[in-house]
């Protein structure tokens, strides 16, 4: 959802929508973490190939999903609901 669409929603939903994103972003965090970690292994114990920057180009999707964060936090901020 962008910020144009948080907007329409009411305070009940976007308290809702708080604790989904909540668990995504811990979801989030342990995937970005999982495939740095196997990244950083695999790049030491068999040097840079394709799948070492492969698995660094999956953690991309998860960091932009950020900015879905930053948007609700705004909102939520801007209704006083934090």
Known sequence: MENKEFADLN???????KKKIQYNKTINATIIGLCIGIAVFSAVKNGFKFFTFFLLLLTYPFIKNGKKTKALEKELKSRNLQ
Do not use: H, V
């Not at 305070?11 to 929508?17: P, V, Y």
């Open 11 to 17: 305070n009940e939903q976007l308290l809702e929508e």
